[in-house]
């Protein structure tokens, strides 16, 4: 039989599988972390006595107020580290670099979208550090306090991070490309004292307002907790003023002193609150804490970027993201690491504005998202080869599974066959990176993460808690805590309980962390990610929760009941589906389709914009009345039903959803 240009293709992919890229000699030779052997001593060590293994980092990399008193304090499911030490880790990020040469060093190199472009050094971002904290305080917020952050890519979204930690106030930092209404309800849930935002910010080719959003979701005194708005003025658009709760950073910054001393913060104290997508209900508040975070950034950072004096850092991220907390901020800082920070976005007017920053700035080491590596490698090779790449080192990705063409691509064109690929996995939840390659250490395969950092003691298991047998699909568990493990949901540990710890059972009184993924485990020991086992999809690397869209649709007048699944997009990975059941007095169009996705962007953003609606007259339920969602996937993809359908409750729905358009 002949077979089809795809099918031809999946062989292909499936034989690339089996590839394996050694680290080039050189490369290992001046690791920090060298070889197999290296890594596999530092595994064992590390799995032996966890604790241990982490103090005595602790005590190495980070500089401590006080030293702690117990290394674990481990009460299933919750962890401390460190407990009675006392650290901040602004401190850690800026102030102990000023009395070494790393002082004039770039810390922080940022370019705007338009072409303009700034550079501070450890010296100089410490002094704006300070003078932000010193206007925070001004404004009352307190250690303990909680301050919400709404800010494009510009260097000032780091500084207002650094700015809460050194005062110990905790920070949430809400995506700018999320809708007021989101803002809202993070900056209520979080109940924050000040907001730090921006004008607008330049994004495709276009001034994105900020500002007003802030004003809408703290309209009509929406968010009572909120006394000010800290701008910083970015775009020039002009911006409505509140008098007596907006202060423009440009107004107060001058008189600001560019001293302010780091407050010793316990270990255990709450550094930031970063909201992520659940299955149901809002979105949950991960909670993070300072000490255990600081040191597993700084470790991850440091072993897995291979980091060296005079390498030119650049992760993609937005700071909106765990990414651009642990990776763009808090990670690279803390080693004393030069960290690009670029405003812009993949865009068909400039198809070679990464390569240009990489070129502008003899970057080493390159972090990004496969849905960027999908967008360029469609944009054509002559890009990025009329670039000079010769800088890079390592390459590295993260935020959904990369697939094997992709990572190919990467590797030749971007890497010019000389680059270790990073494929890390990890997650908000986890801090850091979990499952990756070490650079000088570990034998690459495409599409693999490969394997667990040392510490982590990750294990692919069926749904009892028993490890599944090699190449066996299971679920994804890390069986030890480790440093920067959150903590809790903010202000609701059952909800903390329920989603990452009963799912699988604690096996011989063993608790078990789930992450939400399954993956299995080849003969090697390589693991390889499948995807989210819940119904959150991962649109263009970004976790979306199935709940919050269908509550966004069902919020529309028109819109009696909804339905949202995944469907397979070659760029983003996932795309948005929507099922939608009108209300008895509407009636189906491509308008209210567009009304309807439209909707969907005011209420939460446009990255939940559904690629496709369907009209629908009725969903496939069980007798209990929960939506099968396996059925809606496999109808939004054109696949054939796969599964019982015996539980269901009207068998005709499916018939009839078959045929609607
Ligand atoms: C997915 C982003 C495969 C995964 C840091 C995880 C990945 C979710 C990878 C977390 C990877 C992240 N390979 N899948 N290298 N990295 N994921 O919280 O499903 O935004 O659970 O954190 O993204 O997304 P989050």
Partial sequence: ?????????????????????????????????????????????????????????????????????????????????????????????????????????????????????????????HAEVCQMANVLKDMGVAKGDRVGIYMPMVPEAAVAMLACARIGAAHTVVFGGFSSEALRDRLNDAEAKVVITADGGFRKDKAMPLKPAVDAALEGNAVPSVTNVLVVQRTKQDVAWTEGRDVWWHDVKPGASTDCAAEPMDSEDLLFILYTSGTTGKPKGVVHTTGGYNLYTHTTFKWTFDIKEDDVYWCTADVGWITGHSYIVYGPLSNGATSVMYEGAPRKSNPGCFWDVVEKYKVTIFYTAPTAIRAFLKMGDQH????????????????????????????????????????????????????????????????????????????????????????????????????????????????????????IPPKDGNYMYFAGDGARKDEDGYFWIMGRTDDVLNVSGHRLGTMEIESALQSHPAVAEAAVVGRKDDLKGEDVFA??????????????????????????????????????????????????????????????????????????????????S
């Fill in 1 to 125: 039989m002949a077979q089809s240009p795809n099918s031809q293709s999946a062989i292909e992919s499936i034989l690339q599988e089996q590839r394996l890229f050694e680290p080039p000699a050189e490369f290992a030779a001046a690791a920090t972390v060298s070889g197999a052997d290296q890594y596999q001593a530092l595994y064992d060590k590390a799995a032996a006595d966890p604790a241990a293994f982490w103090a005595e980092l602790a005590e190495q990399e980070l500089h401590w107020f006080k030293k702690w008193d117990t290394v674990l304090d481990w009460q299933p499911p919750f962890a401390k580290w460190f407990v009675g030490g006392k650290i901040n880790i602004s401190y850690n990020c800026l102030d102990r670099h000023l009395d070494t040469p790393r002082r004039d060093k770039p810390a922080l190199v940022w370019e705007g979208e338009p072409g303009d472009s700034r550079t501070l050094t450890y010296a100089e971002l």
């Fill in 579 to 660: 099922f939608v059941i009108l209300e008895g007095t509407h009636s189906p169009s491509d308008d209210l389709k567009a009304e309807l996705k439209q909707h969907v962007v005011k209420e939460i953003g446009a990255i939940a914009r559904p690629g496709e609606i369907r009209f629908a007259e009725g969903l496939p339920k069980t007798r209990s009345g929960k939506i099968i969602r396996r059925f809606l996937r496999n109808l939004a993809s054109g696949e054939e039903l796969v599964g019982d359908a015996t539980t269901m409750e009207d068998q005709s729905v499916l018939e009839k959803l078959r045929t609607e």
């Fill in 384 to 503: 990025p080869n009329a670039r000079d790449l010769t800088s890079l080192r390592i390459l590295g990705t993260v935020g959904e599974p990369i697939n094997p063409e992709a990572w190919m691509w990467y590797h030749k064109v971007i890497g010019g066959e000389n680059c270790p690929i990073i494929d890390t996995w990890w997650q908000t939840e986890t801090g850091g990176f979990m499952i990756t390659p070490l650079p000088g250490a570990i034998a690459t395969k495409p599409g693999s993460a490969t394997k667990p950092f040392p510490g982590i003691l990750a294990d692919i298991v069926d749904a009892e808690g028993n490890p599944v047998g090699a190449n066996e699909g299971g679920y994804l568990v890390v069986k030890h805590p480790w440093p920067s493990m959150m903590r809790t949901v903010y202000g609701d540990d059952a909800r903390f309980r329920r989603t990452y710890w009963e799912h």
